[in-house]
């Protein structure tokens, strides 16, 4: 396919996903879930949360699906899970501007901070340790912080994948921009799988609750 073909290809999924977005809600819940990183840096451990994402996407058969939409400058991809939809969504500002893509998100999908996960690096826990947090504060994180000002909330659940601190403190800004060592990488996909695990049934387990009767 040539360039012009690429571009109406381009401009299409564009159009389907503007479908999507103003469709109303679908029988099942609805979640955003944010992988909050640089755009651009793939393999860096700031940008650990859109590598999850990346990894939901592959598991749940939206991998190829992924579009530019240019309201919320992010990329979106829409995935199902059981009766839930999942809209997967990596921003395209840098990680403290994430928050503006992600609140512009939830805002077309009529989601609350509630209904919206972040996917984070945690520098203060080890590669390999993963964990789910209901709301709480930023702990130093730029782009959770942009996140819960624009939101204008911290009710956000947020999943974050350890990363390990450097000796130096001096060395932090280098250390977590920089990408995983040949090392990291090899424990890199059973963390990611983990990650993916811990996010999937806490959706899963929220959406039967939402769904039951009084």
Same mark, same amino acid.
């Given at each position: ?7 109406? *290809? ?5 159009? *389907? ?41 592959? =598991?749940?058969? &939206?991998a190829e699906s992924w579009v530019r939409d240019r309201r919320c400058a992010a990329d979106l991809a829409l995935a199902s899970l059981g009766d839930a939809q999942l &809209? ?14 992600? *609140? ?38 730029? #782009? &959770? =912080? ?10 956000? %659940? ?19 921009? #920089?990408?995983?060592? %040949? ?7 059973? &963390?990611?799988?983990?990650? *993916? ?18």
């Amino acid at each position: 396919m040539g360039p012009l073909g690429l571009s109406r *290809a381009g401009l299409w999924l564009s159009r *389907a996903m503007s479908r999507c977005v103003l469709e109303s809600r679908p029988a099942g819940k609805r979640w955003l879930v944010a992988g909050l990183g640089n755009p651009g840096l793939p393999g860096t451990r700031h940008s650990v949360g859109m590598a999850v994402l990346g990894h939901l996407a592959r =598991r749940l058969g &939206v991998a190829e699906s992924w579009v530019r939409d240019r309201r919320c400058a992010a990329d979106l991809a829409l995935a199902s899970l059981g009766d839930a939809q999942l &809209v997967l969504l990596r921003p395209r500002r840098l990680m403290n501007l994430n928050g503006h893509s992600v *609140a512009r998100a939830a805002e077309l999908f009529g989601l609350t901070a509630e209904e919206v996960y972040l996917v984070h690096d945690e520098l203060d826990k080890p590669l390999g340790k993963v964990a789910l947090k209901l709301g709480g504060s930023a702990r130093g994180h730029n #782009g &959770v =912080r942009s996140c819960m000002s624009c939101l204008n909330s911290s009710a956000m %659940p947020r999943l974050w994948v350890g990363i390990g601190r450097p000796t130096h403190q001096d060395t932090v800004q280098a250390y977590v921009l #920089g990408r995983f060592s %040949p090392a990291e990488q090899e424990l890199l996909p059973p &963390v990611l799988e983990r990650a *993916a695990d811990l996010l999937l049934d806490h959706i899963r387990q929220r959406s039967q609750g939402s769904s039951s009767g009084p």
